[in-house]
């Protein structure tokens, strides 16, 4: 298992986290809250980059990351879904008409929770099943 790819992978994926920031411009880009006001709030917004927190934290350990890898995986599946639910359900159009760095979110958010959810499921089925893993 490559171990530097391993290492990198999380630390993007932390790195995109982080850029909420940006997107939001520091929690003060209203027009992200009120396209999607519960998963997107202020509030959710700050719980990205907790997420992001935790995958920093693990790009330096080298050894039994298989069910956080794991657990990764389902929460960006979830951030993934909800995406789809909220392309199905809202305009994008609308929200580039608020604000550009809010489309451009909008636009890219859940395409990057699926590229990751492979990464974390690729690290997770890499590890396999081992007899420690039994108890």
Do not use: C
Request: proline share 1%; aromatic share 18%; glycine share 6%.
């Amino acid at each position: 298992m490559n171990q530097k790819l391993i290492k990198n992978g999380f630390i993007l994926a932390a790195l995109m986290n982080f850029s909420v920031l940006i997107f939001s411009r520091g929690f003060t880009n209203v027009a992200i809250n009120e396209a999607d006001p519960v998963v997107m709030s202020n509030f959710g917004l700050l719980m990205i980059i907790m997420w992001g927190l935790a995958y920093l934290s693990v790009a330096t350990v080298s050894s039994n990351i298989k069910w956080i890898a794991g657990a990764f995986a389902l929460e960006k599946l979830i951030y993934g879904v909800v995406w789809v639910k909220w392309l199905t359900e809202n305009s994008l159009e609308a929200v580039y008409s608020a604000d550009i760095f809010a489309g451009i979110f909008y636009s890219i958010y859940g395409l990057n929770d699926f590229l990751f959810m492979i990464f974390f499921a690729w690290v997770f089925f890499s590890y396999g099943v081992k007899a420690t893993d039994n108890h």
